[in-house]
C-alpha cells in the first residue's frame, strides 16, 4: 500500500525558476493539502483540496497554485521561486471530509532550496 | 483563529525517564486534538488523537487527554525510549466544516541511553 507519494524528494532552484512538486494518493481520500515546514515555523497551510474541482487557500498560499482534476494528484506549483520559498514540503490527505477529526497521513517530503 | 502553544525543546532525556510535552490551544467550538511524531527524514505520522472533552487517546505507551476546562492536551509516557527521539507535533483540526488541521511548532525530543 502505497499511501502518499512525493516527488522529488530533493530539488534545488535558481530565483526565478517554476517547478511542480507531484503528490498522489491510492487511498481515494476526498481532502487532501500542501504544508510547508520551516524552523521555528512548524507546519503552515498552503493549500487544500475537498475534491476534484473543488480547491482553496490556506493560511500562506502567495506564490503556489494548485490544481485538483482527479481524486488521486494534488500537485503544487511554484511559478517563479523565491529564496523565501526554501523549505520542506509536505503533502498530506484524509478520508474525513467534515469536522475535522480524521487523521491526516503524510508523504515523506519534499526538501526544496531556491538559491 | 485557531492556534497550538507548545514548547520547541529540545527535550533531553534520559533513557526510563518520564516525559511531559505541554500542549494548549486556542479554538471556537469543539476542535479534535492530535498528536502527531516525525521520525528523522520521514513524513509525520498520528500517534494519537481525542475527539472531544476528557477523552484520552493512548498508543505505544503515550497518552495525553483532552482538558477543555484549561485548553490544554498534554502529551505523557512513563519510561521513554531511545527509539522515542523525534518531534513531536500538537495539532487541532476545525469543528465542522471542512477538515482543515492546525499544527503546533513541533518539540524535538532526544532520549540518550
Known amino acids: 500500500n502505497a499511501g502518499v507519494t512525493q516527488t522529488p524528494k530533493f530539488q534545488v532552484l535558481k530565483t526565478g525558476q517554476s517547478m511542480t512538486l507531484q503528490c498522489a494518493q491510492d487511498m481515494n481520500h476526498e481532502y487532501m493539502s500542501w504544508y510547508r515546514q520551516d524552523p521555528g515555523m512548524g507546519l503552515r497551510l498552503i493549500h487544500y483540496s475537498v475534491g476534484a474541482g473543488i480547491t482553496d487557500q490556506g493560511e500562506v498560499p502567495n506564490g503556489y497554485n494548485v490544481s485538483r482534476s482527479t481524486t488521486e494528484d494534488f500537485p503544487l506549483r511554484l511559478l517563479s521561486a523565491a529564496p523565501s520559498q526554501t523549505s520542506v514540503y509536505f503533502c498530506?490527505?484524509?478520508?474525513?471530509?467534515?469536522?475535522?477529526?480524521?487523521?491526516?497521513?503524510f508523504g515523506e517530503g519534499s526538501r526544496l532550496t531556491v538559491l | 483563529g485557531n492556534s497550538v502553544t507548545q514548547m520547541e525543546g529540545p527535550v533531553t532525556l534520559s533513557e526510563e525517564a518520564f516525559l511531559t510535552i505541554n500542549c494548549t490551544y486556542t479554538a471556537t467550538g469543539y476542535p479534535s486534538l492530535f498528536w502527531y511524531v516525525q521520525y528523522p527524514g520521514e513524513g509525520l505520522q498520528l500517534l494519537l488523537k481525542?475527539?472531544?472533552?476528557?477523552d484520552k487517546g493512548s498508543n505505544k505507551g503515550f497518552e495525553a487527554t483532552y482538558r477543555k476546562e484549561t485548553t490544554s492536551f498534554h502529551l505523557e509516557k512513563g519510561s521513554v525510549q531511545v527509539s522515542d527521539s523525534a518531534v513531536y507535533f500538537c495539532?487541532?483540526?476545525?469543528?465542522?466544516?471542512?477538515?482543515?488541521?492546525?499544527f503546533g511548532i513541533g518539540t524535538k525530543l532526544q532520549v540518550i541511553p
Open positions: 498530506a490527505s484524509s478520508y474525513a471530509k467534515t469536522g475535522g477529526s480524521g487523521e491526516l497521513f
Open positions: 481525542a475527539t472531544k472533552a476528557d
Open positions: 495539532a487541532l483540526g476545525n469543528s465542522g466544516g471542512y477538515q482543515k488541521v492546525t
